[in-house]
T-cell receptor, first 115, second 115 residues
């Protein structure tokens, strides 16, 4: 089963607007990562935030992490048509090192940015 | 630095056949993980290899197997293909220091269609 739950499932905005996607998870984690996927292609790594971090920035991306609520958000500012894609959060499990290589993904948010 | 390379990009196979997919990780990365992505189940973890050893395995039947070579390249094999095996198969590369840094980088995937 998927650990991450993403919200909303789909988001449609105009170019220049901000897009916010949320991710919730169920167990403790070492870190959380966000990925972008364009139309059935590979996953592009966007950002990793560690469990002891609360906020991280990368270009137009801002990620927050609230471990007490087991949730994260991804904000894309000043969106562009090229940002149209599916966005996934992925978590590992802080389970004493037995989760090697296993990232658990949410179902993703489909973002459409209209020119 | 070259990214993760997966070959082939597309495959069409007949039910009952077997298939082998290949993944070359980022230079210096010793961990390779495999994922299956389908519209219904999303992204699901298959297995992870580190230094030629399988460290973790997902909940897939024994028809799904893999291996890793001394140069960290990995292959996955699916025997006795079923229609439900049609999916995008993604390979992820990481340093493999799982409890310290689980940042994973994905290839473009292999689209397998079983007819």
């Amino acid at each position: 089963s998927q650990q991450g739950e993403e919200d909303p499932q789909a988001l449609s905005i105009q170019e220049g607007e901000n897009a916010t996607m949320n991710c919730s998870y169920k167990t403790s984690i070492n870190n959380l990562q966000w990925y972008r996927q364009n139309s059935g292609r590979g996953l592009v790594h966007l950002i990793l935030i560690r469990s002891n971090e609360r906020e991280k920035h990368s270009g137009r991306l801002r990620v927050t992490l609230d471990t007490s609520k087991k949730s994260s958000s991804l904000l894309i500012t000043a969106s562009r048509a090229a940002d149209t894609a599916s966005y996934f959060c992925a978590t590992d499990l802080n389970a004493g090192g037995t989760s090697y290589g296993k990232l658990t993904f949410g179902q993703g948010t489909i973002l459409t940015v209209h020119p | 630095k070259a990214g993760v390379t997966q070959t082939p990009r597309y495959l069409i196979k007949t039910r009952g056949q077997q298939v082998t997919l290949s993944c070359s990780p980022i230079s210096g990365h010793r961990s390779v993980s495999w994922y299956q992505q389908t519209p219904g189940q999303g992204l699901q973890f298959l297995f992870e290899y580190f230094s030629e050893t399988q460290r973790n395995k997902g909940n897939f039947p024994g028809r799904f197997s893999g291996r890793q070579f001394s140069n960290s390249r990995s292959e996955m094999n699916v025997s006795t293909l079923e229609l439900g095996d049609s999916a995008l198969y993604l390979c992820a590369s990481s340093l493999g220091q799982w409890q310290v840094n689980t940042e994973a980088f994905f290839g473009q995937g292999t689209r397998l269609t079983v007819v």
